[in-house]
């Protein structure tokens, strides 16, 4: 009875903390044409996300700073973006 409790568990963790559950990266030349722009739209939100969480995870921002950091790093990069790449005064 105790070695079906630890293979229940042992199943329900591994079920937890598989990395398929996450968020994929969108494709957009596997979306139908008329959901391109979005997808690609996405997408590049998608790699904005990821490069900063990467910049948070080298910076070792704190966990609670954490949501914080990746926000005003995006719409930082944003910004720039929708600017050129020129800083407003």
């Not at 070792?60 to 995006?74: E, H, P, S, V």
């Amino acid at each position: 009875m105790n070695s079906v409790r630890q293979l229940s568990a042992i199943a329900a963790f591994s079920l937890f903390l598989q990395p398929s559950f996450a968020q994929k990266r969108v494709d957009p030349n596997a979306v139908a044409p008329e959901f391109r722009a979005a997808a690609e739209k996405r997408r590049a939100e998608q790699l904005t996300l990821n490069d900063c969480s990467k910049k948070a995870n080298d910076a070792k921002i704190l966990k609670r700073d954490r949501a914080a950091f990746i926000f005003g790093c995006a719409e930082s990069k944003n910004q720039a973006a929708t600017n050129g790449g020129v800083k407003q005064p």
